[in-house]
């Protein structure tokens, strides 16, 4: 017998891979796209649709001119384009789309080495260059199920909110105005109005352990502190806007947040204080995106400073003392 | 197992110095004698498995891929024992440390650290805690599980010797709780012992996880101590013996006969009856599979120890060796090479790793040349467990980049 292998151990490896994670998180994003497109119509799953294919063709088409193994089969195109959809409003012009697309995976991704190796979120990113290229489209909304031109400017909760906080009022908690969040019945981006099943995906993926939950609970709690500090509807604030889906799928990438426990932490804080910051005090009406993008800068920094000590670390001053006596 | 017909002793079957034949060709050798032996601190003589001829002193490459001396030995089959083999003479801790070095024992859990070095550390006055590791070290094997089953009192007069001999206050035997068995017949006799007031010894449930026989792991488990990096059991008053190195001690006490055989687990997809075997050391590997039944089907891989530390023989005529507890033999999917991609950052890595490194981070400044970022990332600290690249969902080899790593640092020179 002469065709033994030989190889490193260890021998055996875990069944998990890439794109099997890449698939979880599509399973979780799934059930609040459906929701969109009840709400919104047959358009909106259009645009989702040609989002997702514009992000895929991109990265196949950037595989293929730099020369490099072709990588759409991991699925993370795939989420990326979910995301970027997602984050856009449910009427908005597919050629735009298209461009979000593009530079999501080639400007944001690939130029800087592919999976694993962008330093800002593409998805996020795509969508504040969309919202700076394309201002008035990017804030066309659309009450649910109301669909045509003569609702799309209407006002989304969060500029309801800013204004009764600038104005020294507290909006009253109702089960009807909480619902309508949870369930998805005021105006918003495609993926993010409903947020019972934005936090059910999130939960999934927690439960799957693609995720942990110190991100999440970091940014959700840090938001809640804020807001109830101020005085500024904290239950709203968590439920408005782009939060949720920014919690539990955005802030989470893990190519562009910190790997470790307390740099997870910074994240998740960093990002609660930077999105209430911009949603109470700025000219913007929401701060998910940007709060996001400025951690995703820092996380480098994050991670050098929040690298575990190995086990069994004593500091030097411990063992000092331990001496003296 | 039926006597090998040849036995090829490797002079180096232990962590330390190697053994110099002190037989040549053409001498009659007996069971027990000794057949190597070295004058350095760190080591452990080597005896004869069988009885027979020496065939010659011969090169053997080891599966690290060094190159050792081997005593090649054609067995008569009578197994005809030394006649200088009897029970030592023990008068002081000082005959008991020289009886455990001329035993050639070594931890049978796989390390194969000389055990008489750790019996020479009686005098430390530090220590006051026993720990016996009965967590096998690795998935498939279950060879210390059947010494407990069988060798239940050796196990405990091994540690009435040991724990005397340390002045340990405590004894705690540690198994992992999915031998239920084991768990029950170890404190039934520990019971019995404590009953007659022979100090406290304690019989320990813990989680089946590896790696849970690594040795830091153990002593925290069974203290709550945290051994430092770069420091031993020692430093936090403990002392770790593998279960069965335990009992061998109480059996060569009794009869005097050294270690010249083994248990092992046989075990894979690609042995026709798993199951475990005593084994005379030396013997090759082959005909212990040949014991079990023989292969079935295409082998891919043969494995000496455990599935994620083992190491892959180049050779099934590879003999073995005092610290083997295992032999897989993997066939088919079971020995499959996954194609590696991109790191994707989802530090289930560092989430695993009992050392709380960071492997990924240690991947990425190898890769980047920096031999002073890797020693700065704590590699020294990594126990090589494997838990890195069997969680990777990237199928990265982790575990050999930490060890190329750690070769890194060496050859830099940085501290």
């Known amino acids: 017998m002469s065709n033994l292998i030989v190889t490193s151990s260890p021998h055996l490896r875990d069944r998990s891979s890439t794109r099997g994670i890449m698939l979880d998180v599509i399973i979780a994003l799934i059930p609040a796209g459906i929701a969109g497109v009840i709400m919104f119509g047959a358009y909106t799953a259009l645009m989702i649709a040609v989002t997702v294919l514009s992000a895929v063709l991109a990265e196949f088409l950037f595989n293929k001119i730099v020369k490099k193994p072709v990588t759409v089969g991991d699925l993370s195109a795939v989420v990326t384009g979910l995301l970027l959809a997602y984050n856009l409003p449910p009427y908005f012009p597919l050629w735009m789309a298209v461009i979000g697309s593009a530079v999501a995976i080639v400007v944001v991704k690939g130029l800087f080495g592919g999976i694993g190796q962008n330093f800002a979120n593409p998805a996020i990113t795509a969508r504040i260059v969309l919202l700076v290229s394309f201002p008035e489209a990017m804030t066309s909304w659309a009450r649910p199920f109301l669909p045509g031109a003569d609702a799309t400017s209407s006002a989304t909760p969060l500029v309801s909110l800013k204004n009764a906080f600038l104005e020294g009022n507290t909006l009253d908690i109702t089960w009807g105005n909480l619902s309508s969040l949870l369930f998805g019945l005021e105006g918003g981006c495609v993926g993010e109005v409903s947020r019972l099943f934005l936090l059910l995906g999130g939960l999934y993926l927690i439960a799957r352990r693609v995720i942990t939950p110190t991100i999440p609970l970091a940014y959700i709690g840090t938001v809640f502190i804020f807001s109830w500090l101020l005085g500024a509807s904290p239950l709203y604030q968590i439920f408005s806007g782009g939060l949720l889906l920014g919690a539990f799928f955005m802030a989470t990438d893990y190519s562009t947040s910190p790997m470790y426990f307390w740099g997870k932490v910074i994240m998740g804080v960093g990002c609660g204080i930077i999105t209430m910051v911009i949603r109470l005090y700025s000219n913007l009406p929401e701060g998910v995106s940007y709060s996001i993008l400025i951690m995703n800068i820092l996380t480098p920094l994050i991670e050098r400073v929040t690298i575990p000590k190995p086990f069994g670390y004593v500091k030097a001053k411990k063992q000092n003392q331990g001496v003296a006596k | ?415």
Request: proline content about 7%; aromatic content about 4%.
């Open chain 2, 1 to 415: 197992m039926p006597v090998p017909e040849r036995v090829l002793m490797s002079m180096q079957q232990h962590v330390g110095a190697p053994c110099t034949p002190v037989v040549s060709k053409g001498d009659t050798v007996l069971v027990g004698q000794l057949i190597g032996d070295s004058d350095k601190e760190v080591s452990a003589p080597i005896h004869s498995s069988v009885s027979g001829k020496v065939a010659g002193i011969v090169e053997l490459t080891m599966p690290g891929g060094a190159k050792v001396q081997a005593v090649e030995i054609h067995a008569d089959g009578e197994q005809r024992v030394h006649p200088d083999i009897k029970p030592p003479v023990i008068n002081n801790k000082a005959d008991l440390v020289a009886a455990v070095r001329a035993s050639g024992l070594v931890g049978l859990g796989g390390a194969g650290f000389p055990t008489h070095v750790k019996f020479a550390l009686y005098n430390n006055a530090e220590i006051d805690t026993l720990i016996i590791n009965g967590a096998e070290c690795e998935p498939y094997i279950t060879a210390d599980y059947r010494e407990c089953m069988e060798n239940s009192w050796d196990i405990l007069n091994g540690i009435l010797v040991t724990a005397e001999h340390f002045g340990v206050k405590r004894t705690i035997v540690m198994i992992e709780n999915n031998k239920p068995k084991a768990i029950e017949e170890l404190k039934r006799i520990c019971a019995s012992v404590a009953s007659e007031g022979k100090g406290s010894i304690k019989v320990k449930s813990i989680p089946a996880m590896y790696p849970q026989g690594a040795e830091k792991v153990m002593v925290e488990q069974a203290t709550g101590r945290r051994i430092p990096p770069g420091k031993l059991p020692s430093d936090v008053g403990c002392v770790v013996m593998n279960i069965t190195s335990t009992a061998f001690v109480s059996r060569y006490l009794k009869d005097g006969m050294p270690l010249v055989s083994r248990r092992m687990t046989i075990d894979g997809s690609g042995v026709a009856n798993p199951g475990n075997l005593r084994v005379p050391l030396g013997t090759p590997i082959q005909d212990v599979i040949k014991a079990c039944g023989g292969y079935t089907g295409e082998t891919k891989k043969i494995l000496m120890g455990g599935p994620m530390m083992g190491l892959t023989v180049m050779d099934e005529n590879m003999p073995v060796l005092k610290q083997n507890n295992a032999i897989l033999v993997l066939a088919g999917d079971e020995a499959e090479i996954s194609r590696e991609s991109a790191c994707i950052r989802c530090g289930r890595c560092i989430s695993v790793c009992p050392m709380q490194l960071s492997p990924t981070a240690i991947s990425l400044a190898y890769r980047a040349g920096d031999a002073e970022e890797i020693a700065r990332k704590n590699v020294a600290c990594c126990i090589e467990c494997g838990c890195c690249s069997y969680i990777c969902p990237a199928k990265r080899p982790l575990t050999q980049t930490m060890r190329l790593a750690k070769a890194a640092v060496r050859k830099a020179g940085v501290k």
